[in-house]
């Protein structure tokens, strides 16, 4: 059963030159008769202007600061006890697909779902499977995230929430988002613009544990 509205959560939704996919995720998220929250983190394109005609709130971040910035500055402007954080790429978004992550959160089952694609298109699913703690759909407590130790520092905050989520004995668990998918970054920006963005990516996870115990 779908959940009633659900006026007690705000959606946060992160943007980094998202102009081809933001109105389409905001018009999606209207269904929960929200607060919708944008972060543009320093977008350069039409995401502020966009996002705002879409019926969001927009905060327009500048300079580019990383998405545990603009996820921090999003849930503090955040009024509400929970938080769904959504990516600004999403294809197929559903009010099913925000069930699925609220529900278990809402009803006090977990603290904290992400949320794995599942018979979306073949790679991003092959990729949220490969490393699912990277995922960017996730339903929690607002003060349980701020609490998240560097969340503020990381780019890309996913491990220091992963290590938030064991030092502080959370519930968790993974639920899948059928039929979603979302833009691969090397069709958004090129092969070789996407290739670089993916590496630099991917090499600032893996300092994410030299930074934590420098």
């Known amino acids: 059963m779908p959940l009633s509205s659900p006026a007690q959560v705000t959606v946060v939704i992160p943007a980094y030159n998202e102009e081809d996919t933001i109105a389409e995720v905001v018009r999606a998220v209207k ?3 929200c607060d919708i929250v944008v972060v543009s983190d320093g977008s350069e394109d039409a995401t502020v202007e966009r996002a705002k005609a ?3 709130r927009v905060i327009d971040q500048k300079p580019n600061a990383g998405k545990g910035e603009a996820i921090f500055a999003g849930v ?3 009024k509400t006890e929970f938080v769904l954080l959504l990516d600004a790429d999403l294809v197929g978004l559903t009010r099913n697909h925000f069930d699925r992550l609220l529900k278990p959160v809402l009803e006090n089952q977990q603290d904290m779902t992400i949320g794995i694609f599942n018979s979306g298109k073949a790679l991003t699913d092959f990729g949220n499977r490969v490393t699912p703690h990277l995922s960017g759909q996730r339903a929690c407590r607002r003060d349980w995230l701020l609490a998240v130790p560097r969340l503020r520092e990381e780019r890309w905050p996913e491990p220091a929430i992963k290590d938030h989520l064991k030092s502080s004995g959370a519930r968790w668990t993974f639920v899948d988002l ?10 958004k920006r090129g092969f070789w613009e996407g290739f670089k963005y993916r590496s630099k990516m991917y090499a600032d996870l893996l300092g994410y544990k030299m930074r934590r115990d420098g």
């Open 31 to 33: 269904v929960l008769e």
């Open 54 to 56: 879409a019926g969001a």
């Open 76 to 78: 503090s402007a955040a």
């Open 178 to 187: 059928p039929g979603l998918s979302q833009v691969m970054k090397e069709k």
